[in-house]
């Protein structure tokens, strides 16, 4: 059974690109979550989804910020215009059942530089 | 919402020894605390969790303690060996499904 994957492990992009980031969950999960880790920090959370619905989005940047989870294929945290604070570590996680069962599985995440 | 504060940021160990390490939380409707190691490169990984509803949990060297009423919760490692030099992050959680984790205490186990 895999575990979540996250790809690409390493992006690079330069000032105003966009930076698209993909999470496959573990099989028969439907509840994805994104963190972001700054350099010698803790993970802060930024979103949370089921299949094709937003269920928090508390702790994502109102702009420049989208992620979605379409009812087939990966969950993609995008990143329009990116500027140097965005570099750091994005994780993502996922769990089989609701938040009352609360046990979630990190991907290895996507390690983002902005040049 | 949710704060969690977690201390040491650091600790360094003798191979052998115990090490302990403490959060606290502030949202009373917090009822799952999860313990992950992250090594350097890599995604966290659970190590041990508890629920609100049992005060200490233990698996083999790792247990856990919770006390609801002063709302901190601490990890407890016996026996430490180098291959457990990693950092560390404590986390709550509220039915509501996301985590806040504490800002991490890298361990440093000495052979």
């Known amino acids: 059974n895999a575990g979540v994957m996250q790809n690409p492990r390493h992006l690079v992009r330069r000032r105003g690109q966009e930076a698209r980031l993909r999470c496959s969950p573990m099989k028969g999960h439907s509840h994805v979550y994104w963190y972001r880790q700054l350099p010698e920090e803790g993970l802060k959370f930024m979103v949370y989804l089921q299949k094709e619905n937003i269920i928090d989005e508390s702790g994502m940047p109102k702009e420049r910020f989208s992620a979605e989870f379409p009812k087939e294929g990966p969950s993609i945290l995008r990143i329009q215009q990116v500027v140097r604070g965005d570099s750091a570590a994005y994780f993502c996680?996922?769990?089989?059942?609701?938040?009352?069962?609360?046990?979630?599985?990190f991907g290895p995440g996507t390690r983002l530089t902005v040049l | 919402g949710e704060n969690v504060e977690q201390h040491p940021s650091t600790l360094s160990v003798q191979e052998g020894d115990s090490a302990v390490i403490k959060c606290t939380y502030s949202d009373s409707a917090s009822n799952y605390f999860p313990w992950y190691k992250q090594e350097l490169g890599k995604g966290p990984q659970l190590i041990i969790d508890i629920r609100s509803n049992v005060g200490e949990k233990k698996d083999q060297r790792i247990a856990v303690t919770l006390n609801k009423t002063a709302k901190h919760f601490s990890l407890h490692i016996t026996e430490t060996q180098p291959e457990d030099s990693a950092v560390y992050f404590c986390?709550?959680?509220?039915?509501?499904?996301?985590?806040?984790f504490g800002d991490g205490t890298t361990l440093t186990v000495k052979p």
């Open positions: 996680a996922s769990s089989p059942l609701g938040p009352q069962y609360n046990e979630q599985f």
């Open positions: 986390a709550a959680n509220t039915n509501a499904g996301k985590s806040t």
